[in-house]
């Protein structure tokens, strides 16, 4: 699975994110990098990589 992040290219901690696929709003930047870090960072089961989050199988 696969999540598709519409981040803009200066995104600054308030700055609100959206799925790129459906339009749906995920959280604030900041919001998504702290649960992001919260559920292992990249040491945990998903990984951030250019918008797109990735779940590690």
């Given at each position: 699975m696969?999540?598709?992040?519409r981040?803009p290219a200066?995104?600054?901690?308030d700055d609100?994110?959206?799925?790129?696929d459906?339009?749906?709003f995920?959280?604030?930047?900041?919001d998504?990098?702290t649960d992001?870090e919260r559920?292992?960072?990249?040491?945990?089961?998903?990984r951030l990589?250019?918008?797109?989050?990735?779940?590690?199988?």
């Amino acid at each position: 699975m696969t999540i598709r992040l519409r981040i803009p290219a200066d995104a600054g901690p308030d700055d609100r994110i959206f799925c790129d696929d459906c339009g749906e709003f995920l959280g604030t930047w900041d919001d998504l990098l702290t649960d992001f870090e919260r559920q292992g960072g990249q040491d945990g089961v998903f990984r951030l990589d250019k918008g797109r989050i990735k779940r590690i199988e």
